[in-house]
T-cell receptor, first 115, second 110 residues
Framework: DTAVSQTPKYLVTQMGNDKSIKCEQN?????MYWYKQDSKKFLKIMFS???????INETVPNRFSPKSPDKAHLNLHINSLELGDSAVYFC??????????????FGPGTRLTVL | SQQGEEDPQALSIQEGENATMNCSYK?????LQWYRQNSGRGLVHLIL?????REKHSGRLRVTLDTSKKSSSLLITASRAADTASYFC??????????FGSGTRLLVRP
């Protein structure tokens, strides 16, 4: 019954590789997000999708490409991984648009380590 | 850009004591939210206060909001060891983004 799930939980890979992180929510929410949390615990939004449409696209390298096959899934693909991509990536979801009075539900995170 | 700044960055108290964390932000807000993050876990929503509210309670949590000072505080009363976590404030402005502060690491000693 996990509300927001992510796979994998840990990802260790070499520089230059391409990897994907998957996210699924079973809450029936319309909006999903990807956040990056750095080593200092600073959490920053990367992307947001509402009903499969991109609504937030922060200044993120175009090596990062989100894909939403349906409103319950939001995957993150990263090309040509760099050392600075090492971080914990969190998926989240919320009812309606993020600008409303809705809390966000977070997944458990994916710890990405680039060697 | 980072919107919220929590203060203090770290707080260590004895079980049973109260813990107070503060959050300051920069621009006008629609609402302010507090989240908790246990070590190695995702964030969990605690409480939301709207910009036209001044105080809100939820169990042992009390949140205040002062929009004139662009600040909020989270009070946890009668703390427990299980309250040990990082606490983040987040503000949502007129855009669709929730912007998080830098967090306060709370340690409650048994």
């Amino acid at each position: 019954d996990t509300a927001v799930s992510q796979t994998p939980k840990y990802l260790v890979t070499q520089m230059g590789n391409d990897k994907s992180i998957k996210c699924e929510q079973n809450l029936g929410h319309d909006t999903m997000y990807w956040y990056k949390q750095d080593s200092k615990k600073f959490l920053k939004i990367m992307f947001s999708y509402n009903n499969k449409e991109l609504i937030i696209n922060e200044t993120v390298p175009n090596r990062f490409s989100p894909k939403s096959p349906d409103k319950a899934h939001l995957n993150l693909h990263i090309n040509s991984l760099e050392l600075g991509d090492s971080a914990v990536y969190f998926c989240a979801s919320s009812r309606g648009l993020a600008g409303g009075l809705n809390e966000q539900f977070f997944g458990p995170g994916t710890r990405l380590t680039v060697l | 850009s980072q919107q919220g700044e929590e203060d203090p960055q770290a707080l260590s108290i004895q079980e049973g004591e109260n813990a107070t964390m503060n959050c300051s932000y920069k621009t006008s807000i629609n609402n302010l939210q507090w989240y908790r993050q246990n070590s190695g876990r995702g964030l969990v929503h605690l409480i939301l206060i709207r910009s036209n509210e001044r105080e809100k309670h939820s169990g042992r949590l009390r949140v205040t909001l002062d929009t004139s000072k662009k600040s909020s505080s989270l009070l946890i009363t009668a703390s427990r060891a299980a309250d040990t976590a990082s606490y983040f404030c987040a503000t949502r402005d007129s855009s669709y983004k929730l912007i998080f502060g830098s967090g306060t690491r709370l340690l409650v000693r048994p």
